[in-house]
């Protein structure tokens, strides 16, 4: 690192303006660029096309009709020689006059996938080896006036890691584990030697998607001429004191190519402020990060709050950077926002500290429950224009009331405009590393990349893990954004190494964990909170938070309910019932699988394989044991259709072998099974969600409890398939979703069934101030039409963030000999009403668990009793039942609309109901009545 003294001088007047010139930028994306392959294979055509950048090479093949649509059928195997090629991008420019009239030029390539060697006329200017990190080279005095050549040359990433693997176990002897992904993934091997040279690593599948291992230029190459200065990044740290201010620290990555005093401006317009520096470098060419500090007091700006806290406020800041000799300057303009982030790990009881620890987080002084989800890479193919579908998953996670989202660890840093939507939107960020479900290597070529892609320069790395290479790195990038709210490590391999997921020869447990400290600990742990002191940084997720600091890195139970996060599967209970759960200070993982909606799947399907146990369908299968599981957990709860013949026990069907296939190859079978499959997911992501939510404030005798976070997996897809999304690939609303925007809400009542099928309730409220509510729980029979045979309404003021028990004791009585009445023939409602009786958010509903036990004749059905168009993006929708009924469901029956109902998916206790349907977007056509499909249990795709 350069040498840098720091003086400031916090002035308040605008300064003069010194007649120097800036750098200048070309994009050199703009040009014409193609592609062609370098293949050993002769069998293979030479295949050479235009290509379009940003983008990868499947879009491109595509674009030349040399390959399909590669997400339908198996194409992900089919087109796997794709992945195996070796790739050249190349194009011609001509430079601007101006950059060629620079003392300095420089090439940066943000985006290149990921293996590649670059040639300028013919030169070799630069090697890469990491998705994740910016590079830049210096080309001053190597371009020409016109006729320049930039060839990218790109490695079969399958083959790389192949090569990587071998190599490593040739040198230590032993592997790194595990060699390859489970086979029914139908993926690449060496997926964590991947990271020895960092790339997406779920790009070489994963249980919710395929393998599809891409190269090409996802981002921008750009052509900067300067005149001795090149800003590269600006990062801001914010500090909040105890005195009412605020420390704003503000770094710029500089490239320099002299000596000499270099003049700051800093200016934050929306406040008036304007602030001088000078800094001394010391030390000439390269890459430098120089800091100056200035301090804010709290009344001269507002604080940036997550969504449902206050406004997303951000400013925008200016710096300016000039040499003293006036011969250049570099200015760059940045946003951020000022909000104070703190992780609480206090014992629960100092005087019994075998109880646990809290979890929880403060926003801004105030202890924020995390309502959320989790996020996978928005599509397989990242480098496309993706925007729109971003905006459409961050808004539908917003509209859904939640404030936080988990950026899994197998995926990637995603692009500035993801975490500014994030910003804008106040969805906190809790941010794996890239690491995930793996080991890792820990030799020094693969420890320098990671230094690279983490830190960059700025913090002092150990000398084991030798000099960090100059380049991008993503804490830096990410950190200005107060939406990212917390780093962790990895995503399961503490739980991995304490579980014993993996078994490699020569490579024993304590060597394994010596591995894991030494690269999440020593290295990654050191680098982001010298870097970043702003936001707590966790080994892993989950872990035990500061009591696996305490036992040195890797603990013996990283789920533990009594400290930090979980992560919490189960196919085996009965996840309609609250006892199944654990009770936890925090679940940042929870869900099972749902089909996709027929409106999506049978677009990525064979007509002739459009059915349950089809060679395609359970290609897409990926996890293991789920075909069998889903049809174990949905016909616990669901009625056998009629052509499926089978045995009933007390829990569920039990289809004969040899006539499952018959029955689920059955027409209509897949689409009912569908609809049964999402509304599981949801009911099961209701009873998991609110379980974690009563129990905000609250206690078990042993303990347990204080619960503070619940993001349930997952969020969205990158196909059409069995997945744990809440939004299917086509942008299409799961019942889960719906249920999210219900279990979400600030204000809401959780009803429930105990293990003695004793109705219990509680009344939530997620706002700053005491809520004057009324409780009005009901219980209503198929038999009674839309009137509640009892009900309980109760007058309460609601604290503040508060989880408050009701008393509905009384209603219990339904279960009196004196009444022909059981749980298969009762629904249960929970809802809130204002001072004016009007309902506030949501009815909360438990429908029978065993809902093949209800006599279908008594429940009711839905129609569509009118639709009419508001304006271009909203229209008014109005329902009839003909009785109480169980899991309606309104599907718009087009293609590629993205839009929402208010509600959905929900138990029809009125006759009728008006809806609201909004558009994100214009539709090419008005709507009508009958693109609307209305149907409830007992009608829905039968």
Not at 40 to 56: E, F, M
Not at 563 to 575: R, T
Not at 645 to 674: I, M, T
Not at 846 to 866: A, I
Request: glycine share 6%.
């Amino acid at each position: 690192m350069a040498s840098i003294a720091i003086f400031l001088l916090l002035l308040f007047a605008q300064p003069s303006r010194p007649a120097v010139t800036g750098g200048v930028t070309q994009n050199l994306l703009d040009t014409s660029w193609t592609f062609r392959n370098r293949s050993d294979n002769r069998k293979l055509t030479p295949i050479t096309g235009k290509a379009v950048v940003p983008g990868d090479i499947y879009a491109d093949l595509q674009a030349l009709k040399a390959i399909g649509e590669p997400l339908y059928a198996d194409n992900d195997v089919r087109l796997r020689w794709v992945a195996r090629e070796n790739w050249t991008y190349s194009t011609e420019f001509d430079v601007n006059e101006r950059i060629l009239k620079k003392p300095s030029q420089l090439i940066v390539f943000k985006g290149l996938d990921t293996i590649a060697q670059v040639l300028l006329n013919g030169q070799e200017i630069l090697s890469t080896n990491n998705q994740f990190v910016q590079y830049t080279a210096d080309v001053t005095g190597k371009l020409k006036k016109a006729g320049n050549t930039l060839e990218i040359h790109f490695e079969s990433p399958i083959s790389y890691g192949d090569r990587a693997a071998r190599e490593y176990k040739n040198e230590y002897g032993y592997s790194i584990p595990p060699d390859c992904t489970i086979e029914m993934f139908h993926g690449e091997c060496h997926a964590n030697y991947v990271r020895r040279f960092k790339k997406i690593q779920a790009q070489f599948s994963w249980d919710w998607g395929p393998a599809f291992p891409t190269v090409g230029i996802f981002d921008a190459i750009t052509l900067h001429g300067n005149d001795g200065l090149h800003l590269e990044r600006v990062h801001v740290d914010t500090t909040f004191n105890d005195d009412d201010t605020v420390s704003i620290r503000v770094h710029a990555d500089v490239r320099s190519t002299m000596p000499g005093n270099v003049h700051w401006d800093v200016s934050i317009p929306e406040m008036n402020k304007l602030y001088n520096a000078r800094t001394v470098l010391n030390s000439g060419k390269g890459l430098h990060t120089m800091s100056a500090q200035f301090m804010l007091n709290k009344k001269q700006f507002e604080l940036w709050w997550p969504n449902g806290m206050g406004a997303q406020r951000m400013y925008e800041m200016r710096v300016r950077l000039t040499r003293e000799d006036k011969k250049a300057f570099v200015e760059k303009t940045v946003r951020f926002g000022l909000r104070e982030v703190e992780l609480i790990q206090d014992y629960i009881d100092e005087t019994n500290k075998t109880i646990g620890r809290e979890f929880y987080f403060k926003i801004n002084g105030q202890p924020v429950f995390l309502k959320g989800t989790n996020w996978i890479p928005v599509s397989p193919f990242p480098a496309r224009n993706n925007s729109e579908r971003m905006e459409f998953l961050l808004e539908s996670s917003r509209i859904a009331g939640m404030n936080a989202m988990r950026v899994w660890g197998g995926g990637r840093y995603e692009n500035d405009e993801f975490y500014a939507m994030a910003d804008r939107k106040g969805i906190l960020l809790w941010h794996d590393m890239m690491f995930a479900c793996s080991l890792y290597p820990t030799d020094p070529a693969f420890l320098e990349s990671v230094s690279t892609e983490i830190e960059q320069n700025g913090a002092q790395v150990p000398p084991v893990f030798g000099r960090a290479r100059i380049g991008f790195f993503e804490v830096k990038r990410l950190k200005n954004h107060p939406s990212v709210l917390v780093w962790a490590g990895n995503n399961e391999n503490e739980l991995g190494i304490a579980g014993g997921w993996w078994g490699a020869m020569g490579y024993d447990e304590k060597q394994r964990i010596a591995d894991y400290r030494i690269l999440y600990k020593g290295l990654i742990g050191k680098i982001v909170t010298e870097i970043d002191p702003t936001r707590p940084y966790l080994l892993s997720s989950p872990s035990n938070g500061v009591e696996t600091d305490r036992v040195g890195g890797v603990s013996d139970n990283p789920g533990s309910e009594r400290y930090g996060d979980i992560h919490f599967y189960n196919e085996v209970k009965n996840l309609w019932k609250d006892s199944s759960y654990q009770t936890p200070r925090c679940a940042t993982e929870y869900g099972l699988q749902s089909i996709p909606s027929g409106m999506t799947m049978s677009k990525y399907l064979p007509q002739s394989e459009y059915y349950y146990l089809s060679g395609n369908f359970t290609h897409r299968q990926h996890h293991p044991g789920g075909v069998e599981t889903l049809i174990t957990m949905i016909f616990a709860h669901f009625p056998l259709p009629p052509f499926c013949s089978g045995v009933r026990s007390n829990n569920s069907y039990s289809v004969a072998a040899h006539e499952a296939k018959q029955c689920f190859a059955k027409s209509g079978f897949l689409d009912r099974f569908a609809y049964f499959t999402q509304f599981h997911q949801a009911l099961t992501y209701k009873t998991e969600t609110e379980h974690y939510l009563r129990f905000r404030g609250r206690l078990t005798d042993d303990g347990l409890g204080h619960t503070m976070c619940a993001l349930y997996w997952q969020l969205n897809d990158v196909w059409a398939a069995p997945t744990w999304s809440s939004i299917d690939w086509d942008l299409r609303w799961k019942p889960a979703h719906y249920e999210a925007r219900r279990f979400f809400a600030p204000q809401m009542v959780i009803v429930y069934l105990d293990d003695n099928a004793m109705l219990e309730a509680f009344a939530i409220n997620d706002r700053p101030e005491t809520a004057s509510m009324t409780v009005l729980v009901q219980v209503f029979a198929f038999n009674n039409a839309f009137e509640p045979i009892y009900k309980v309404e109760k007058k309460m003021d609601l604290p503040p963030y508060s989880s408050t028990p009701v008393d509905v004791s009384s209603l219990n009585k339904w279960k009196s000999s004196k009444n022909d009445l059981s749980l298969e023939s009762l629904v249960f409602t929970g809802e809130l009403l204002n001072l004016t009786q009007q309902r506030v958010g949501y009815q909360s509903t438990v429908v029978p668990d065993r809902l093949w036990k209800v006599d279908m004749k008594r429940t009711g059905d839905v129609t569509v009793q009118s639709f009419k168009k508001v304006n271009d993006l909203e229209y008014k929708v109005v329902i009839e039942a003909t009785a109480v009924a169980p899991l309606v469901w309104i599907e718009v029956q087009v293609d590629n609309l993205q839009a929402y109902f208010d509600d959905n998916a929900f138990t029809m206790t009125s006759r009728t109901r008006e809806l609201t349907l909004t558009l994100t977007k214009k539709y090419d056509r008005d709507l009508t009545a009958d693109d609307l499909y209305a149907c409830a249990l007992k009608s829905c795709y039968v």
